[in-house]
């Protein structure tokens, strides 16, 4: 993206639009084409998106969403923002409550808005929403005493937990919509995969197998918060705390 663009996302971003409220232009407004875009991307997914299909839902032509959004990068980042609008900043509690509504916070919009993690990984342009929200969680760890490049260390921690489970939910969600097949009907066909689970060729898994531990699975959000949770724990309240290598570019 080049600089031009970059700054025109910025404005579109952070600055309010001046919409009409009455007369025929007011029936189209930017709110309105993010509105319709999210959910085309919530039941179709991203590859569904374009300016004209989002047009289409709204009754008008491609030509008239660009008086709104200049374009669909544009437009993406938006979406990206709005979702983000749609959480909850975190409240200033003990930092483990904090982060843990900060991760509960990310993992529904994510459940709500499986496309938001690809956007994610994307160079974005940040928004207000997404950025208001990135500073509440900051401030939750604000009194640890730790270096400002660890606040950010420990709070991103949290997110790209949450972002790697969000990817898998996404992927499944994709998969799920393109075959038409869930995950578990799909893995409940694998019996020829199964008898291949045998103590000498595969003895761990076939233990697990065996004893019904593929059967009832942890919820992994649930059990993988907690773990992170429990790590940056020993590394918060540590007396001592842990010199951390930092990488150096050649």
Request: hydrophobic share 40%; with cysteine; glycine share 8%.
């Amino acid at each position: 993206m080049k600089q031009s663009d970059r700054d025109r996302s910025v404005r579109l971003l952070w600055e309010s639009p001046a919409e009409p409220t009455r007369g025929p232009k007011a029936a189209l407004s930017r709110s309105r084409v993010v509105e319709a875009a999210m959910k085309l991307a919530d039941a179709e997914g991203l590859d569904a998106l374009t300016m004209r299909r989002v047009a289409e839902t709204l009754g008008n032509t491609a030509m008239s969403l660009y008086r709104h959004v200049p374009g669909k990068d544009e437009l993406l980042d938006l979406m990206f923002d709005t979702a983000w609008g749609e959480t909850e900043p975190t409240p200033k509690v003990p930092w483990r409550e904090g982060l843990d509504f900060f991760a509960r916070q990310l993992w529904g919009m994510y459940r709500a808005h499986p496309w938001v993690v690809q956007l994610g990984a994307t160079r974005r342009m940040p928004g207000p929403e997404a950025m208001t929200r990135a500073d509440a969680a900051l401030a939750v760890v604000a009194d640890l005493g730790l270096l400002p490049e660890e606040m950010q260390a420990v709070v991103t921690t949290v997110g790209q937990f949450v972002d790697g489970v969000g990817r898998s939910m996404a992927e499944r969600v994709k998969v799920e919509r393109e075959t038409g097949v869930s995950e578990e009907a799909w893995w409940s066909g694998m019996d020829s995969l199964w008898e291949q689970f045998t103590p000498d060729r595969l003895p761990m898994m076939t233990h697990v197998y065996l004893a019904g531990g593929y059967d009832r699975p942890l919820d992994e959000f649930e059990f993988g918060l907690a773990r992170v949770l429990d790590g940056l724990a020993v590394f918060i309240e540590s007396e001592e705390r842990p010199l951390v290598r930092r990488e150096t570019c050649q």
